[in-house]
């Protein structure tokens, strides 16, 4: 079992609606997790952090966390073609542990 | 600007000819690390380093050597190249001397080892 896990996509969402990204993580003592955007050809770009349970939201960006569960999410509201892109789960623990991202496409 | 710099952005090489990725950040950052990203892997970490003259190894260490003599600068080093090390290469900073998440990445470094 990988430490961080993701779908790698292709997920395909239509302007305007709600995409919804997972990531599940194997050590439950895990207490940071992040999320990176990487377009095509770039580096990746920390959008978010949550440290604690619940929901943390910035723009039209929310993370939520279930230490329970061991799974965190990014939903992405009102999606646009600019958010195109692969998202990457980080989480630390011990170490940082990147999952192998999911690609995200928005489609006009 | 803040900013990661790394050179050169793409590379081709032979195996076994030395060669060093420079990484230079100019924001006063403790932490830097070298990171390799390959489809289907995600990004591994090669080295990390708390502050000057300390380093430590990643998950994927073999075959590399970093120095960190500058706050500023933590370069990559391929004694001797091989195939296996064709990737694409990221340095990366933190603010903090830890492993805080939040990290600013270079451009990124692509390798070609025939």
């Known amino acids: 079992q990988k430490e961080v896990e993701q779908n790698s996509g292709p997920l395909s969402v239509p302007e305007g609606a709600i995409a919804s990204l997972n990531c599940t993580y194997s050590?439950?003592?895990?207490?940071?997790f992040f999320w990176y955007r990487q377009y095509s050809g770039k580096s990746p770009e920390l959008i978010m952090s949550?440290?604690?349970?619940g929901d943390k939201e910035d723009g039209r960006f929310t993370a939520q966390l279930n230490k329970a569960s061991q799974y965190v999410s990014l939903l992405i509201r009102d999606s646009q073609p600019s958010d195109s892109a692969t998202y990457l789960c980080a989480v630390i623990s011990s170490k940082i542990i990147f999952g192998s991202g999911t690609r995200l496409s928005i489609r006009p | 600007e803040a900013q990661v710099t790394q050179n050169p952005r793409y590379l081709i090489t032979v195996t076994g000819k030395k060669l060093t990725v420079t990484c230079s950040q100019n924001m006063n950052h403790e932490y830097m690390s070298w990171y390799r990203q390959d489809p289907g892997l995600g990004l591994r970490q090669i080295y990390y380093?708390?502050?000057?003259?300390?380093?430590d190894k990643g998950d994927v260490p073999e075959g590399y050597k970093v120095s960190r003599k500058e706050k500023r600068n933590f370069p990559l080093i391929l004694e001797s190249p091989s195939p296996n090390q064709t990737s694409l290469y990221f340095c990366?900073?933190?603010?903090?001397?830890?492993?805080?998440?939040?990290?600013?990445f270079g451009e990124g470094s692509r390798l070609t080892v025939l």
């Open positions: 949550i440290y604690s349970n």
């Open positions: 380093s708390m502050n000057v003259e300390v380093t």
């Open positions: 050590d439950r003592v895990s207490q940071s």
């Open positions: 990366a900073s933190s603010l903090l001397a830890g492993e805080t998440g939040e990290l600013f």
